[in-house]
């Protein structure tokens, strides 16, 4: 099946600091979805990108699927943005695999 | 609030005992499903629906039922609970084509002993 790899694993960032986090896969796929489980275990999803740019606020992301990675850059990070932020992909069918995510703690 | 309600939150079991996990959405999405979340890791897909009455496996779907009934609820049976099912479980429901985000339930604790 699909392969889904997150990284970092882990990142520390100082407040104000900007970050990118990458996930790559091994497959084509139908789309690509970036969440981010707070401290509390709370999952929101953060952009449904299955190609091309979107931004939202502080955050946005870039996937190129013919080379089959996504990007989320964090400008500015706030330590309410710490977390796992995990990706997400659906590679035919109705399966979403998930990668194992990267746990970004920004301190203050 | 519309959304995806899971109960219970928390919940302790022995080895061997059997009990349902509910999960019920009032946004009329079609496709539900229900992933486990281990320590370190990532979201791991149990089974998945596409619609009523339909349903189907994901990555690990040992020791785990579903049915799909009605649009609205999608239940996770644990048939004989092990240790080994010890996790945070997620639900989880999405939209058509138009409404591609995922909401996620607020997750159901499980302690098998």
């Known amino acids: 099946g699909i392969q889904v790899e997150q990284s970092p694993p882990d990142l520390i960032l100082q407040e104000g600091a900007n970050s990118t986090l990458r996930c790559n896969f091994s497959d084509s796929v139908n789309n690509l979805q970036w969440f981010h489980q707070n401290p509390w275990g709370q999952l929101i999803n953060l952009f449904y990108?299955?190609?091309g740019t979107k931004q939202n606020g502080r955050l946005s992301a870039t996937t190129v699927a013919t080379e089959r990675y996504s990007l989320l850059y964090i400008s500015s990070s706030q330590t309410t943005d710490s977390g796992v932020y995990f990706c997400a992909v659906k590679a035919g069918g109705f399966k979403t695999i998930f990668g194992a995510g990267t746990r970004l703690f920004v301190k203050a | 609030n519309a959304g995806v309600t899971q109960t219970p939150k928390f919940q302790v079991l022995k080895t061997g005992q059997s009990m349902t996990l509910q999960c019920a959405q009032d946004?009329?999405?079609?496709?539900m499903s229900w992933y486990r979340q281990d320590p370190g890791m990532g979201l791991r897909l149990i089974h998945y629906s596409v619609g009523a009455g339909i349903t189907d496996q994901g990555e690990v779907p040992n020791g785990y039922n579903v049915s799909r009934s009605t649009t609205e609820d999608f239940p996770l049976r644990l048939l004989s609970a092990a240790p080994s099912q010890t996790s945070v479980y997620f639900c989880a429901s999405r939209g058509g084509l138009a409404n591609y985000g995922y909401t996620f339930g607020s997750g159901t604790r499980l302690t098998v002993v």
């Open positions: 946004m009329n999405h079609e496709y």
């Open positions: 990108i299955p190609s």
